[in-house]
């Protein structure tokens, strides 16, 4: 059985993963409609309609990771979407096309976002056993004054190795990209 700051650690960051991945879609939904085109999934018709569909859903996935009582089924749903995120990514890199925006960057500038890797593939993956963490029976403990601390302490944690980890994957991206065009000169 989970702690039930784990529990809670896990909810709340997922919470403000999915709302802030959700305003950043609907706030630049014509740029996020151009990315989701560019996977080259979907028919066009369908393009429009499934980028103002993810980010309601994933406002609604926010949303329910903060304030659901069984964070059994937002886990669940987590799970499947970041597995299709991932599918998608693969997808578009078995075809050999890494140079397009995986769609994923909170707002960065234009031309910053970060581009197709196996590294997004394995960081949606993490984030899917994540999320079924809270899918596991915690205890009844209540929660104390030391709790709420640790608890933004976790989430800073998880904030700062989430920035991490992201920044080592657009990295080693980048490193990639350069050494094809230095090979290509060759």
């Known amino acids: 059985m989970l702690d039930p700051l784990v529990v809670t650690t896990v909810s709340v960051a997922f919470g403000l993963l999915f709302l802030l991945g959700a305003v950043h879609k609907l706030t630049s939904l014509t740029e996020f409609r151009a990315i989701l085109a560019d996977y080259r999934l979907l028919p066009a018709a369908l393009v429009a309609p499934v980028a103002a569909g ?5 406002a609604g996935l926010g949303a329910a990771w903060l304030f659901a009582a069984d964070k059994s089924l937002p886990a669940m749903v987590t799970a499947a979407l970041l597995s299709v995120y991932a599918g998608g990514i693969a997808i578009n890199l078995f075809r050999g096309r890494t140079h397009i925006s995986c769609g994923c960057s909170f707002g960065r500038s234009a031309g910053g976002d ?11 993956l993490v984030l899917v056993a994540g999320a079924g963490t ?9 929660f104390g004054g030391l709790d709420y601390f640790t608890l933004v ?4 944690a998880a904030v700062l190795l ?11 991206a980048a ?4 050494r094809r065009t230095v090979h290509r000169h060759d």
């Open 54 to 58: 993810v980010g309601g859903l994933e």
């Open 114 to 124: 970060d581009l197709l890797s196996w590294g997004l593939v394995g960081r949606n």
């Open 153 to 156: 302490a976790a989430l800073l």
């Open 134 to 142: 809270a899918m596991l029976p915690a205890t009844g403990r209540a």
């Open 162 to 172: 989430f920035a991490a980890s992201n920044q080592l994957i657009r990295n080693r």
């Open 175 to 178: 490193i990639q990209a350069w």
